[in-house]
C-alpha cells in the first residue's frame, strides 16, 4: 500500500498535468516571498483570474516530462511557482514583471509556455511591455486601412481635378453663335 505522501504527491502531479493540458498558458517562476508578499500576490492573481501553485522542484520536473516540451524542465530550479493564466496572458505578464520590480529577487520570472511556445525571461519581460490587445488591433486596422484611405483621397482629387479642367475647358470654348442667316447673293 503506497504511503499517504506518495498518494498526495501522484494526485497533485495529476492535478497539474490536467492544469497544464487544459490551461497551456503558464508562468514559471522562482519565489522566495514572505507570507504577507505572497498573500498580496495570490490577491493580484486572483483578480486577473490567475492561480499560483507553488511545487518542489523534482515534482515539477516529473510533471512537465509527460509533455515533452523542450527546455521547460530546465526553467523549473530552486522553489517553483506555475501561475496559470485564466484569460489574456498580456495584462498577467505585466502583473508579474511589475511586481518583480517591486520585490527585487524574491520573484523571479523563469519563463512561460504561452499557446505552446516556450519563452524565457528575456521574452517574458518584452511581452509585458506590449500595448494591450484593444490598441494592437486598432494599430493593425489603421494599418490596412491608411493606404486605402490614401487611394480614396487620390482618386477623389483626380475626379475633381477632371471636373475643374472640364468647367475651365467649357469656360473657354466660344459660347455657340445663333442661328446663322444664308447669303442671299
Do not use: C, Y
Not at 493540458?21 to 493580484?44: C, S, Y
Not at 483570474?49 to 511545487?55: G, K, P, Q
Not at 490596412?144 to 482629387?157: A, C, G, K, L
Amino acid at each position: 500500500m503506497p504511503s499517504v505522501g506518495r498518494t498526495v504527491k501522484e494526485s497533485m502531479m495529476q492535478t497539474l498535468g490536467a492544469h497544464l493540458a487544459e490551461r497551456p498558458n503558464v508562468f514559471v517562476t522562482t519565489l522566495r516571498l514572505q507570507a504577507p508578499e505572497a498573500d498580496g500576490l495570490r490577491q493580484q492573481l486572483h483578480a486577473s483570474h490567475a492561480r499560483l501553485v507553488m511545487i518542489k522542484r523534482r515534482l515539477g520536473r516529473r510533471t512537465v516530462e509527460p509533455l515533452k516540451i523542450a527546455g521547460l524542465a530546465e526553467l523549473l530550479e530552486g522553489s517553483v511557482g506555475f501561475i496559470f493564466a485564466g484569460g489574456d496572458t498580456l495584462p498577467l505578464a505585466k502583473l508579474l514583471v511589475e511586481f518583480q520590480k517591486a520585490h527585487e529577487e524574491r520573484l523571479v520570472i523563469r519563463g512561460a509556455l504561452i499557446d505552446g511556445q516556450l519563452l524565457d525571461q528575456r521574452r517574458v519581460e518584452h511581452l509585458a511591455t506590449l500595448p494591450p490587445k484593444p490598441q494592437l488591433l486598432a494599430q493593425v486596422v489603421l494599418t490596412v486601412e491608411s493606404p486605402i484611405v490614401d487611394v480614396v483621397f487620390t482618386v477623389e482629387r483626380l475626379i475633381g481635378d477632371l471636373i475643374w479642367n472640364v468647367d475651365q475647358a467649357a469656360a473657354a470654348a466660344p459660347p455657340p453663335s445663333s442661328a446663322s442667316q444664308p447669303n442671299a447673293s
